[in-house]
């Protein structure tokens, strides 16, 4: 019996080449090295007279997960698709510096019979002695990124013992960068401005309101919302005082912050020129802390049971708290009905009357996605939510702009 071997139609035509290109840092040298390497490739891709162009994909921004580079992404997906056989990448540090993701990677590539070329170290990672090779190369890139994650950590401990910091331009409101401390500028009126109708009395809202009714905006001059009037009444740049390192340091692969990792605040007291005066200040924190207290409450349910979100929670508009209810989902055709969770404002049942809070009902595995989102704890559905890890969270708002998750 005579065997007729059948090429894929993948090895029958041209092959069609991509190049994958990444930067590690936003530095203008860095970014001419992007440029370098987009024509580079590009050219060198043109050239070859074997070969079908079939694109540059690119990041510009540093990312130890590829699941954080949409540049990497797209171009795992065409290649899916079939619309390329060969990737070349400058280094296996510039396709991945994660040996988990790395491997993954290359591996179901390979499967579909795409190829890999990394320039640096000559390797094609179809070719039958590159695996172990690869994936030395690949435990060296991300030892190199580790070690300097730490040496970033331990540069950032020696500044905050040392009390020094770096303080950007215009993103604070009321506050310029000048040679890194805070200076007040022009927009310094509307921060007095917001303590002073906070402690006449008004809520959140009615100062977000009151704002909008004078035209006054905030950076960039978009609206300062109900969210944002809590965080300018909490920040304690505004006296004067700095807090340095506020939440624990983030896991250089999974971008989440290492718990268990013991870390030094530093406050700086008095650390620059204020815009509100120390009496002030502590008048409006006595009334936030009284707030806190009052809506607390409020918030268990009715057989008193006790769900780990409950007294974090709070309503953008009224300042309540939300409370947790279940509510009936839909009637399949046997009749089963089934139900779902909900969290709404505690004044929101005085709206039947016409005169309560209009806030939206969120649905509960919505709130718990946008929480873990906003934390980087990773969205793997509501029965693996990480409900210990809620003390990271000092309270969470909601309201017409959206979810504001607020951490310790």
Same mark, same amino acid.
């Given at each position: 019996? $005579? ?11 041209? &092959?069609?080449? +991509? ?13 001419e090295? !992007? ?6 490739? #590009? ?23 590829t ?7 797209? #171009?795992?997906? /065409?290649a ?37 070329y ?11 002695? %590159? ?9 060296? =890139? $991300? ?17 905050? &013992? ?12 009321? !506050?310029d ?8 500028n022009?927009? =310094?009126? &509307?921060?007095?401005?917001?303590? $002073?109708?906070?402690?006449?009395? #008004?809520?959140?809202?009615?100062? =977000? ?9 905030? *950076? ?24 340095? $390192? ?6 250089? *692969?999974?971008?989440?912050?290492? &718990?268990?990792?013991?870390?030094e ?5 008095? /650390? ?10 502590? %008048? ?23 769900h780990?979100?409950?007294g ?35 004044e ?14 969120? *649905?509960?595995?919505t709130?718990?996605?946008?929480i ?15 409900? /210990? ?14 979810? +504001?998750?607020?951490?310790?």
């Amino acid at each position: 019996m $005579q065997v007729r071997h059948i090429p894929s139609k993948r090895n029958q035509r041209r &092959k069609r080449v +991509a190049a994958y290109c990444r930067v590690s840092t936003s530095r203008y040298d860095q970014e001419e090295s !992007y440029e370098t390497q987009h024509s580079y490739y #590009m050219d060198y891709i043109k050239a070859n007279a074997e070969w079908d162009y079939a694109g540059i994909y690119a990041d510009e921004k540093s990312g130890i997960k590829t699941a954080n580079r949409p540049g990497f992404q797209s #171009m795992v997906a /065409d290649a899916l698709e079939g619309k390329v056989d060969m990737i070349l990448v400058k280094s296996i540090s510039r396709f991945s510096r994660n040996v988990v993701d790395c491997e993954q990677a290359v591996k179901m590539l390979g499967s579909h019979g795409i190829s890999i070329y990394f320039e640096k170290e000559m390797i094609l990672s179809t070719d039958p002695s %590159s695996s172990m090779i690869l994936s030395l190369m690949a435990a060296i =890139a $991300q030892d190199e990124s580790r070690s300097i994650s730490d040496n970033v950590k331990w540069a950032n401990r020696e500044r905050v &013992k040392r009390g020094v910091y770096k303080q950007g331009n215009n993103r604070v409101l009321g !506050y310029d960068g000048v040679d890194g401390k805070p200076v007040p500028n022009k927009d =310094a009126y &509307k921060v007095k401005l917001i303590f $002073q109708l906070f402690l006449e009395g #008004m809520n959140f809202r009615e100062v =977000a309101e009151e704002l909008e009714k004078r035209q006054i905006k905030g *950076l960039r001059n978009t609206p300062i919302t109900a969210r944002g009037v809590g965080y300018i009444l909490r920040n304690e740049i505004y006296v004067g005082d700095k807090l340095l $390192q506020k939440r624990p340091p983030k896991n250089f *692969l999974t971008k989440q912050p290492e &718990k268990n990792v013991s870390f030094e605040s530093n406050y700086l007291k008095e /650390d620059h020129e204020e815009i509100i005066t120390r009496e002030v200040w502590e %008048s409006a924190q006595r009334m936030l802390s009284m707030k806190t207290c009052t809506d607390k409450p409020g918030v268990s349910n009715k057989a008193n049971a006790h769900h780990p979100l409950y007294g974090k929670v709070f309503c953008a508009d009224c300042e309540a708290a939300f409370v947790r209810k279940t509510v009936l989902n839909k009637t399949l055709e046997d009749g089963t009905r089934t139900y779902k969770k909900v969290w709404k404002c505690a004044e929101r049942e005085k709206g039947k009357k016409g005169n309560g809070c209009k806030n939206n009902v969120i *649905l509960e595995e919505t709130l718990l996605q946008e929480i873990s989102n906003q934390m980087e704890w990773g969205w793997t559905g509501t029965d693996n939510f990480p409900y /210990d890890r809620l003390e990271e969270i000092e309270y969470v708002e909601i309201g017409e702009e959206g979810i +504001a998750v607020y951490e310790k």
